[in-house]
């Protein structure tokens, strides 16, 4: 194997690893338009902060998808998600 094909194959781990971070990114984002529907109006505006952060999240992804600090963020978006629907 030579040093191309190495460097192939480690991006396309990095790569599905990558996507399978985006879908949980999207699952999540699907699970509080689901929970939307039992909440008043009032509570969209803390909704919306979350979500414009969870862009962040997204962005951070496009660019540093190989760091444990994005899955840190993840977590605290998820955890944001809890004490938003509690």
Not at 68 to 81: R, T
Request: with cysteine.
């Amino acid at each position: 194997m030579n040093l191309n094909s190495h460097f192939q194959f480690y991006f396309q781990i990095q790569f599905i690893g990558f996507m399978i971070k985006m879908y949980l990114v999207f699952e999540l984002i699907i699970l509080l338009f689901n929970q939307l529907k039992f909440y008043k109006l009032k509570e969209l505006q803390n909704v919306r902060l979350f979500f414009q952060e969870s862009k962040t999240f997204i962005f951070h992804y496009r660019y540093h998808f190989r760091g444990f600090c994005v899955q840190s963020k993840i977590a605290y978006g998820i955890f944001d998600a809890e004490f938003i629907f509690l």
